[in-house]
Nanobody, 114 residues
Framework: VQLQASGGGLVLAGGSLRLSCAAS????????MGWYRQAPGNQRELVAT???????NYGDSVKDRFAISSNGAKNTVYLQMNSLKSEDTGVYFC?????????WGQGTLVTVSS
């Protein structure tokens, strides 16, 4: 499984960004995709996940501001990030779970300027 993330960048506090993550290769069996993020000096933390059934899960710090979705083929996930705060700054890593194996993308940098 290869994961290609895109959509990061610089945005002012209060603004929005949309991240995308496209899975390719042997994608049969992927049951969950989502995002973690890591800020400098911090541990990686969960942002959001979505299952092939459409069930979603969010980290407490992003609930009500971020929304995760997937395309019809379920090989691409999107993270709509609204009302961004400076503490949302970090590298966002896309991941996928396939038959209990975890796969990671290369990360995309999100910088929120206040």
């Amino acid at each position: 499984v290869q994961l290609q993330a895109s959509g990061g960048g610089l945005v002012l506090a209060g603004g929005s960004l949309r991240l995308s993550c496209a899975a390719s290769g042997t994608i049969f069996g992927i049951n969950t995709m989502g995002w973690y993020r890591q800020a400098p000096g911090n541990q990686r933390e969960l942002v959001a996940t979505i299952s092939t059934d459409g069930d979603t899960n969010y980290g407490d710090s992003v609930k009500d501001r971020f929304a995760i979705s997937s395309n019809g083929a379920k090989n691409t996930v999107y993270l709509q990030m609204n009302s961004l705060k400076s503490e949302d700054t970090g590298v966002y890593f896309c991941f996928a779970i396939r038959f209990h194996e975890n796969y990671w993308g290369q990360g995309t940098l999100v910088t929120v300027s206040s």
